[in-house]
């Protein structure tokens, strides 16, 4: 059964925008989603809140999640210290197990 998690990261003065703009240009948002029972890795920007930023991380089953925590690449490994922080390590996490789309229900599968 696949697993979604959304992680919020918060930071100061543009950073967390930065920080996600920094995963996509070094060619390891790309790397992470090339990897096997990656489903869907996407940053997103909400509205009303420049400092913060969501990442939609899907897999495949916890196998493949477990994978990819153990990889050198995982995005954690990347953040600047003291610049930016998932917004869970203050109280907020979102995780998620997805059940397959069913026609009619208003629910689509991830476009990798």
Same mark, same amino acid.
């Given at each position: ?14 950073? #967390? !925008? +930065?920080?996600?703009?920094?995963? *996509?240009?070094?060619?390891?948002? #790309?790397?992470? !989603?090339?990897? #096997?029972?990656?489903? @869907? ?37 990347? +953040? ?16 998620? +197990?997805? !059940?397959? #789309?069913?026609?009619? @229900?208003?629910?689509?599968?991830? *476009?990798?």
């Amino acid at each position: 059964m696949a697993i979604t998690v959304h992680i919020f990261y918060t930071g100061q003065n543009g950073s #967390a !925008r +930065r920080f996600a703009e920094e995963m *996509v240009s070094s060619g390891t948002v #790309a790397r992470i !989603r090339a990897e #096997a029972g990656n489903l @869907r890795y996407e940053y997103f920007f909400p509205m009303d809140d420049p400092e913060t930023v969501l990442l939609i991380d899907s897999w495949a089953g916890q196998e493949a999640l477990d994978v990819h925590h153990a990889s050198p690449h995982d995005g954690a490994d990347r +953040r600047p210290a003291g610049q930016v922080r998932p917004a869970h390590e203050g109280g907020a996490l979102s995780l998620g +197990r997805r !059940r397959p #789309a069913r026609p009619g @229900r208003g629910v689509h599968p991830p *476009v990798n």
